[in-house]
């Protein structure tokens, strides 16, 4: 009889164990795998998003025709903007395609002590009008602020 007990004991707590297991595995375990499962897409949907933004801002928007439609541009930004949480960083973004709209377009406003009809021969041959200059050094600018987006958006990648 004494066998008996004891064997039924081990066979009950072999039960109540498995029971505990599952239990344990369906509350506690399935959440957890849930929210990492959860931190990992939308960690590949960001990688996605601000990988095709900064192409896009690191080639100044000619890589996909962007670079004189700013509606266009902004259209594909919104993903990546929906994925921010940092509204300097959404505000940058804005500004750096306007400022390519208006570098494009000739609406920039570039400061200059230059006469309208300046013009300097390069040693390739061409002529660099004041228009052309201007143009160049608000592109390397518009460049710099590219770079420095590029970097806040792999800051914000590192961090999720």
Do not use: C
């Not at 007990?5 to 957890?32: E, H, N, P, Q």
């Not at 600018?141 to 970097?151: F, G, Q, W």
Request: charged residues 25%; neutral net charge.
């Amino acid at each position: 009889m004494n066998t008996i007990t004891i064997v039924g004991t081990i066979i009950g707590s072999a039960a109540f164990g498995a029971v505990a297991g599952k239990l344990l595995d369906a509350f506690v375990l399935s959440r957890i795998n849930d929210k990492y499962e959860r931190k990992k897409w939308l960690r590949e949907i960001k990688i996605e998003a601000f990988t095709k933004l900064t192409e896009e801002l690191l080639s100044l928007g000619v890589k996909g025709q962007l670079h004189d439609d700013p509606w266009r541009f902004r259209a594909l930004a919104a993903k990546a903007i929906l994925l921010l949480d940092d509204p300097i960083l959404i505000k940058d973004i804005y500004a750096f395609i306007d400022k390519l709209y208006q570098i494009n377009t000739g609406s920039s406003v570039a400061v200059s002590n230059l006469p309208d009809d300046f013009s300097i021969q390069l040693p390739s041959g061409a002529k660099a009008t004041k228009k052309d200059l201007e143009k160049g050094f608000s592109l390397n600018e518009l460049e710099k602020h590219a770079i420095n987006i590029a970097n806040e958006l792999g800051a914000n990648l590192k961090s999720t």
